[in-house]
């Protein structure tokens, strides 16, 4: 009998029982770099509302100001985009663009409400919800982009919502190359487009923290 033998049967037996090191995947740090506001895309990629259904489903296990739970959640596919499309505004810092540019627009949307007013305790959880929708929709391959200008209550008469929206989430196939600038806490904060490129500023690491 072989000296390990009892190690191998071991490892055959129980080992298999073992907790697995799972192999890590995307991280954090990789998905908020991807997770670029875009407001240009692929409007042959149709969103479907399963998709839609799963980012609002991630919403569900995001920490809540004093467990409130107050925002609610509009699905928009393409087939009701027009009606959401003709109330926001998007780009501006780029009103010369007139965006979305001509067959670039977004077709699908999630138009966030809540029928409390609106609050420090509410904004904290609508910031909280929008970031985590457009994570995982980053996760999924799609990009997407927060709209506070639009309409509110043309929006919620369009769609027949009895609660305000009070914020918008544009979700699709991007179309646009983004990319990061670093700039100084003094510097231009406005995003800007060069050469087919859209750069957004970001504040260095230094300045941001208080010595």
């Not at 991807?34 to 920490?63: D, F, H, I, Q, W």
């Not at 919502?161 to 991007?174: D, E, Q, R, Y």
Request: hydrophobic share 40%; charged share 25%.
């Amino acid at each position: 009998m072989a000296d390990n033998y009892l190690e191998k049967r071991y490892e055959q037996t129980l080992g298999s029982q073992q907790p697995k090191v799972k192999r890590v995947g995307v991280t954090v740090e990789q998905l908020l770099k991807r997770n670029r506001s875009c407001r240009g895309y692929n409007t042959a990629y149709k969103v479907p509302r399963e998709t839609l259904r799963e980012l609002v489903r991630m919403t569900r296990y995001t920490p809540s100001a004093c467990n409130q739970q107050v925002l609610r959640y509009r699905l928009v596919t393409h087939e009701e985009a027009p009606l959401v499309l003709k109330e926001i505004k998007l780009g501006a810092a780029l009103p010369e663009l007139h965006l979305p540019l001509p067959d670039t627009q977004p077709e699908a949307f999630i138009v966030v409400c809540c029928d409390k007013p609106e609050s420090k305790l509410v904004n904290m959880d609508l910031g909280i919800v929008l970031q985590t929708m457009l994570l995982r929709a980053t996760e999924m391959g799609l990009n997407g982009l927060i709209i506070g200008a639009f309409n509110r209550e043309s929006l919620r008469l369009a769609l027949n919502i009895s609660s305000t929206p009070i914020a918008v989430l544009a979700v699709g196939k991007g179309i646009e190359n983004i990319q990061l600038v670093d700039i100084r806490q003094d510097d231009d904060h406005k995003y800007y487009r060069r050469d087919g490129i859209h750069y957004v500023p970001k504040v260095v690491l230094d300045d941001l923290i208080i010595e």
